[in-house]
């Protein structure tokens, strides 16, 4: 029987990774929509960085950011009295930054295809602009959000080298499943890794049915 610790603890990083960057990321992906401001290339182009950066580049600088020298990590130790990294909230951190654009690109091109037209119609009707957006904007947007948390949570999933530079592998802290099928690996315990990287499959193709099923239609164009 397979230690199931890295599983229940990889699924509530990406619980808890996905939450984070929804309220991170709606904000964000909204004011990416709407905003004709020339540092949108910029924002747009930090947002999308992890798409590119090899994880372990994207880790390391990760891991001098929140180590106990760092003017961050050092803030933490003095208010927790513990470091963020090598622990599960140090995952959390690293893997808000790494999943960061599987949760804004999906919004931002919801809110997009929404267009200014249902906004400008609820705000002659009364409705202030957080109103507006909560009544109308985010019905509208469903999908996207779907979408958003779907691949956050999935992207998470699916972490290595990110999470194994800034968490390394302490069991029950920061042993996720895949450095669980990378030990399995070393240690020629086939078996188990088998039974790890088969879950890891069938959740992935999973979620991208279920990504593709929802998209099947074209975006709601009503702007």
Known sequence: MPDLGPVWLTAHLAAVTTVVLLLIGTPLAWWLARTRARSKAVVEAVTALPLVLPPTVLGFYLLILLSPAAPLGGWWVSVTGETLTFSFTGLVVASVIYSLPFAVQPLQSAFESIGSGPVEAAASLGASPLDA???????????????????????????????????????????VVSIAIYEHVETLRYAEAHVLAGGMLAVSFLVLLLVYGVNRRSPLHVG
Do not use: C, D, K, Q
């Not at 972490?159 to 800034?166: C, T």
């Open 133 to 175: 957006f909560f009544s109308v904007v985010v019905p509208l947007a469903g999908r996207g959000f779907l979408t958003a948390a779907v691949l956050t949570f999935a992207h998470t999933l699916g972490e290595f080298g990110v999470v194994l530079m800034v968490g390394g592998n302490i069991p029950g802290e920061t042993r």
